[in-house]
């Protein structure tokens, strides 16, 4: 499985929840991955991981 499929399945995955405008995925290979989701109406954390764990990730919060 390439990078470029991996950042396809879970932007697949999160730009399927209702609201969501865009996904940016940097998965940064042997690093930290980040997300940015941009959104018209509030996510629900719950559905954001459920979508994540679909594509192969755990969802983590976001640093304070």
Not at 31 to 60: C, F, K, M, N
């Amino acid at each position: 499985m390439s990078c470029g499929h991996c950042v396809n399945s879970l932007t697949e995955e999160l730009s399927a929840l209702e609201g969501v405008e865009q996904v940016s995925a940097d998965l940064n290979v042997g690093g930290t991955p980040t997300v940015t989701i941009h959104h018209s109406t509030p996510l629900h954390l719950d559905a954001v991981r459920a979508a994540g764990h679909e594509a192969g990730y755990t969802v983590a919060d976001a640093p304070a």
